[in-house]
């Protein structure tokens, strides 16, 4: 009996280091995934283009899925049930459109103020916005009151985006914002990933109580035919108004954003059994903030890196350790 009892300890022991190996490895995901949108974006000269692309590869994937598996299938007809008989509103089915613009805000801005900036503005927006979230009760784990410690998070998260968006001064030319938006201080543009970030939360807690009822890839799917749908509208306009990319890059690497957010969508809903929701939200955003770092060294943007955009940085992930201190 002793000799299985440590057994299962070991067992557990070694499942928690690999799920805080795999916490780390869906952060540094988000950001390659913002990079490589990034990138995507500025060689069309149309971010929302960029974020069809992404999105279309990722629903691809799943479409495929579904069809092999009947598992999936049956968890997309539980869905359909919870939807027809109440349990699940219609609304809750939206999470994709915040996931849409955070997509979108990839293509649109990265090349303008690197990954680093976007990850700060993103990951503080989600922290500010995920206390409201929280407080309403809108995930599937009900209500959660708002500390003092968290929202003392929450404030240096905001501090966080205003260093990292002083870091250059006007968005250049040749880049993947509209015409409208070039010459804008990048202190302004910045608010576009906060904003994305602010959606995020509330994308986690109605695609989490899809989740609970069809299964993660159910909500994914149900995620990224919302997303993909919205884009799609929002292009066709872009398209009508000024016309669609002249022509489309080669390099195959910048068509991978969307099986990137598939593989680290389907590796969370692995990993938080083994570590919970609270370690895999600190090392994913240590994955995400560190990795946007090397990045932006090692394959820089136009923005280039900014000594406020790594003390940026810096504060977000003090801030996520201090608001999320009164949960552990």
Not at 128 to 140: A, E, I, K, T
Not at 148 to 155: C, E, F, N, S
Not at 269 to 290: E, F, H, K, M, P
């Amino acid at each position: 009996m002793r000799h299985s009892r440590l057994g299962s300890v070991r067992k557990v022991s070694a499942e928690a280091r690999v799920g805080l190996v795999f916490g780390f490895a869906i952060g540094a995901g988000v950001a390659v995934q913002a990079r490589i949108n990034g990138a995507l974006g500025a060689r069309l000269e149309d971010g929302v283009a960029a974020a069809v692309i992404s999105f279309g590869a990722g629903f691809v994937v799943l479409a495929v899925a579904f069809a092999v598996s009947g598992r999936l299938r049956e968890g997309g007809r539980r869905v359909r049930r919870a939807l027809s008989e109440g349990v699940l509103r219609p609304w809750q089915l939206l999470g994709g459109l915040c996931g849409a613009f955070f997509v979108a805000c990839q293509g649109l801005t990265v090349a303008a103020i690197g990954v680093t900036a976007f990850t700060v503005a993103a990951v503080a927006g989600q922290l500010l916005s995920s206390l409201v979230v929280d407080r309403l009760g809108l995930g599937p784990s009900g209500r959660t009151p708002v500390t003092t410690v968290r929202l003392v998070g929450a404030a240096l998260g905001v501090v966080a985006v205003l260093v990292a968006g002083f870091g250059h001064t006007r968005v250049s030319g040749g880049l993947s914002v509209p015409d409208a938006l070039r010459g804008t201080p990048t202190a302004l543009l910045i608010v576009l990933p906060a904003l994305a970030g602010i959606g995020l939360a509330w994308q986690q807690a109605v695609n989490g109580k899809v989740g609970v009822v069809g299964g993660s890839l159910s909500a994914a799917m149900v995620n990224f035919c919302a997303g993909l749908a919205a884009l799609l509208v929002i292009e066709a306009v872009v398209v009508a108004s000024s016309g669609g990319p002249a022509e489309f890059p080669t390099e195959p690497w910048l068509y991978l954003g969307g099986f990137i957010g598939v593989a680290f969508i389907a590796l969370a809903a692995l990993t938080v059994r083994w570590i919970g929701v609270l370690l895999l939200g600190l090392t994913s955003v240590a994955g995400q903030l560190l990795v946007s770092v090397i990045l932006d060294v090692l394959t820089p943007t136009s923005a280039g890196l900014s000594a406020t955009a790594i003390v940026g940085c810096a504060l977000t992930l003090v801030a996520v350790a201090i608001a999320t201190r009164s949960q552990s």
